[in-house]
């Protein structure tokens, strides 16, 4: 799954979708699609990351308390 990095506006491509999901894991580990090379797989922050349409991560992914608090 190929996902943008706000900060850097690059995609990456996600290694672990079961970490990515998991509400309790505030970083999931990816390759930076730069180049034509393979990048080696690093840790990113998922609040920097973002659908590549623009949209954000759902909330169920990234807060573990989504269910208790009314938005």
Same mark, same amino acid.
């Given at each position: 799954?190929?996902?943008?990095?706000?900060?850097?506006?690059?995609?990456? $491509? %996600?290694?672990? %979708?079961?970490?990515?999901?998991?509400?309790?894991?505030? +970083?999931?580990?990816?390759?930076?699609?730069?180049?034509?090379?393979?990048?080696?797989? $690093?840790? !990113?922050?998922?609040?920097?990351? %973002? !659908?590549?349409?623009? $949209?954000?991560?759902?909330?169920?992914?990234?807060?573990?308390?989504? +269910?208790?608090?009314?938005?």
């Amino acid at each position: 799954m190929l996902l943008k990095n706000k900060t850097t506006d690059s995609l990456v $491509e %996600i290694n672990d %979708i079961a970490q990515l999901v998991n509400p309790v894991a505030e +970083r999931v580990r990816a390759q930076n699609q730069a180049g034509e090379e393979e990048q080696n797989p $690093e840790m !990113f922050a998922k609040a920097d990351l %973002i !659908f590549p349409s623009g $949209e954000a991560l759902p909330r169920c992914w990234t807060d573990a308390d989504y +269910r208790l608090s009314v938005s």
